[in-house]
């Protein structure tokens, strides 16, 4: 019925008509609604801060579809190069998805809402998420490079070398996004709850489900491709330290 009055006030009233709704529900219903029952040359308008969010979240979302995978082969790239090991291609990844999904589903859990400003938590999650996960596996790597004999122990020996500096980064960034819970905007003060719960999913995921992969499947034992690339970086660099020495050895002002 309230549909009628307004698709009658539209014929009355000429080509261009705002309406305003300050509920997402109403907004949504009447768009659909509105689009069915006017005829198609017959322009409408809605406005409102409420619609207005609306269609932020929408084009977040779209948003979110185009740059995600985007950002995912740019990480699975930077991997392959970083450790040319499918193990260490995976595990970080693993990590990273886990991470995301678990930080989403706090989220919704929270009874918060995917906004204009909470759409930039999975980009967030993605660098947090990374970071951990790759100071594991490069760690695990080069002491595996070193003592291929004790992999077992290497995991071991990787965690309780790592625990404590990832633990302190992980709080300060913690408390980072804590202090955006005291904002008077909402949906900043979501942000700041959710990446903080998400920066404690990620830390928990990153030392206890991937040393358990590492060690149940035995994964990170070819090191030929990191051996290969820290033996050309070392290369690489003393070519430039003799480089270097050269230089200022011939230099006039030496």
Known sequence: YDVLLLCISVMMLGKLVFFFFNDTATTEIYTLSLHDA??????FYLSGSTVIEYFYALYMQDDLKTFLPFIFIIIIILLILSFRNIAGVLLPLSAIIISLILTMAFLYVCGFSLNNVTAIIPPIMLAIAVADSIHLVE?????????PSNRQNNV???VQHLAVPCFFTSFTTMAGFLSLTVSRVPPVRELGIAVTGGVVVAFIVTFTFLPALIKQFNLLCSTDGYRLMRDNCHKRSEERRVGKECRSRWSPYH
Request: charged share 30%; proline share 6%; aromatic share 12%.
């Open 156 to 158: 071991k020996l990787t």
């Open 139 to 147: 760690e695990n790597i080069y002491r595996n490079s070193i003592s």
């Open 38 to 43: 006017l005829p198609i040359w017959k322009k």
